[in-house]
């Protein structure tokens, strides 16, 4: 069983900068990538970025890539997203998810979620 709980949104300015945070229960099977999608109000579910436990191969949207760092702390079962300079169109839902990596990061979804978490970036 998986379950994936999000922490860290909340509303900032835009420029400035939140961490996500995701605790994961995962029992160790082939669904060894953990990465974080988002949702704005009538838009699709997005891929954000991807990161594997063991190894720490990471992957990124390109609207992230440069402002963007996702990272995990084993010990702690936690996977992270650092976004900084964050604009207006970064408002939306974001999700947790754990999947394959090509999964995540070739069919871009996932096959468990986390409960969501708001960030609202306002002008």
């Known amino acids: 069983q998986v379950q994936l709980v999000e922490s860290g949104g909340g509303l900032v300015q835009a420029g400035g900068a939140l961490r996500l945070a995701c605790t994961a229960a995962?029992?160790?099977?082939?669904?060894?990538?953990v990465g974080w999608f988002r949702q704005a109000p009538g838009k699709v579910r997005a891929f954000v970025a991807a990161?594997?436990?063991?190894?720490?191969?990471?992957h990124y949207a390109d609207f992230v890539k440069g402002r963007s760092t996702i990272s995990r702390d084993n010990a702690k079962n936690t996977v992270y997203l650092q976004m900084n300079r964050l604009q207006p169109e970064d408002t939306a839902v974001y999700y947790c998810?754990?999947?394959?990596?090509?999964?995540?990061?070739?069919?871009?979804?996932?096959?468990?979620w986390g409960q969501g978490t708001q960030v609202t970036v306002s002008p």
């Open positions: 998810a754990a999947a394959t990596w090509v999964r995540m990061v070739v069919w871009r979804t996932s096959d468990y």
């Open positions: 995962i029992r160790p099977d082939i669904r060894d990538t």
């Open positions: 990161i594997t436990w063991r190894a720490g191969s990471t």
